[in-house]
């Protein structure tokens, strides 16, 4: 079985500054691992994934996310955050089967202030 | 990339009434697809993981004949709250994985209002 920790239920930023939202997983198996971002009333929608290759991995709205297999994380972060970034984003963990769901962390709001 | 929809966004029904919610998945095949809830604030909880022409398996703690799940084609799975009370008002949402893996793909979220 998988688990996720999101440590931060809250993180309030400045604009422009930079943000780290931290993710650490367990697993006896390998993993794909996940960010999700929900904005409210609305289904989730993916922010980047982690299936092989590459340990840093990037999305196309300036966020990037590094898996650690030593340190079990997948932390978020991004250089500059804009006022539309403010969501609640959740890292989720997955066996490799497509016939496994999706274990999800609790969820962090970011919040980003002007 | 896939997309999967759900239908409808948002319900308010009577208290003792039952209400259906679809999930497809628009242009692949979802032989497994698992429905979440998810209380204000919270984290998503699996509820059921929906498999194709057999039944569904349910998390602990999730009353089977409560939540009806149907899942009769490889593109369509429904859920049904029967006997809706308030206590059910939530926020529902499917989703579903390609069988190679990889990404789930979630629905818009179906807002229950039992009143």
């Known amino acids: 079985a998988q688990s996720v920790t999101q440590l931060d239920s809250q993180v309030p930023v400045f604009e422009e500054a930079p943000v780290e939202l931290r993710c650490n997983y367990s697993?006896?198996?390998?993993?794909?691992l996940f960010w999700y971002v929900q904005y409210p009333n609305q289904g989730l929608q993916l922010l980047l994934k982690y299936l092989s290759g590459s340990t840093l991995v990037e999305s196309i709205n300036g966020f990037e996310a590094e898996f650690n297999k030593s340190q079990t994380s997948f932390h978020l972060r991004k250089p500059s955050v804009h006022i539309s970034d403010t969501a609640e984003y959740f890292c989720?963990?997955?066996?490799?089967?497509?016939?496994?769901?999706?274990?999800f962390g609790k969820g962090t709001r970011l919040s980003v202030i002007a | 990339g896939a997309v999967v929809s759900q239908h409808p966004s948002r319900v308010i029904c009577k208290s003792g009434t039952s209400v259906k919610i679809e999930c497809r998945s628009l242009d692949f095949q979802a032989t497994t697809m698992f429905w979440y809830r998810q209380f204000p604030k919270k984290s998503l909880m699996l509820m059921a993981t929906?498999?194709?022409?057999?039944?569904?398996?349910?998390e602990q703690g999730v009353e089977k004949d409560k939540f009806l799940i149907n899942h009769a084609s490889l593109t369509l799975s429904t859920l049904t709250v029967t006997s809706a009370h308030p206590e059910d008002s939530s926020f529902y949402i499917c989703?579903?994985?390609?069988?190679?893996?990889?990404?789930?793909?979630f629905g818009q979220g179906t807002r229950l209002t039992v009143v």
């Open positions: 989703s579903a994985r390609k069988t190679g893996g990889g990404e789930a793909f």
């Open positions: 989720a963990v997955s066996a490799l089967s497509g016939n496994t769901p999706l274990v």
């Open positions: 697993s006896s198996v390998s993993v794909y």
């Open positions: 929906s498999n194709e022409g057999s039944k569904a398996t349910y």
